[in-house]
């Protein structure tokens, strides 16, 4: 367990549709990142929150949105979902600053499948 | 901005042998982070070592090893006697650090193939 909670795990939907991501961070990761990884991809960064506010933009489709709320949990909302935004969908975290211990902590992924 | 580059898609090596992947980045901070993540078959992201620019002894966790050359703006990730659980892709990625949360980038990554 990395210590950052994604939910839901697997989402199948339609076409059309809206639905939304939910992570947790790691105790004490002030920055939440979002990532989405289509098959046989790389990363691509969608957006970074530190402390509520929104720190910097990927390319994240105007269709998606995000916020991180005061107890540091994170959304990711996907709307008018088409077929190629079927992907896995990554939350990240990390403390902030020249800490020793930084690093990049992933969740387990959110697998969405749009049919 | 800071990119990184990866420019070995595919790899592949005997179960046993080493193997070597490459990363490049490019950027004018002076103080940063590297690190090198593994994505297995089950696409969870592991970290598999870090390095701080400032520190010039080279990382090291067990099998893998770096080469960290700051001039040359290099940092290959070395792993001995591969293991078929080694199969993954390998990403590379840069941090830059910063009081208001600290910034990542990727490389697009390097498919590595461990051979029985």
Redesign the interface.
Known sequence: DSGVTQTPKHLITATGQRVTLRCSPRSGD??V?WYQ?SLDQ??Q?LI????G?E??KGNILERFSAQQFPDLHSELNLSSLELGDSA?Y?C?S?????SGA?????G??SRLTVL | AQTVTQSQPEMSVQEAETVTLSCTYDTSEN?Y?L?W?KQPPS???I?VI?QEAYKQQNATENRFSVNFQKAAKSFSLKISDSQLGDTAMY?C?F?K????????Y????TSLTVIP
């Open positions: 002030l920055s990142y990884q790389g990363l960064f970074q929150y530190y402390n506010e720190r910097a896995l990554f990240a990390s403390v902030v600053g020249t930084n690093v990049l902590t992933f387990a992924g | 103080n982070y690190f993540y696409r969870q992201m970290l870090r990403f990625a941090m650090l910063s009081n208001t949360g600290n910034q990542f990727f490389g697009t990554g």
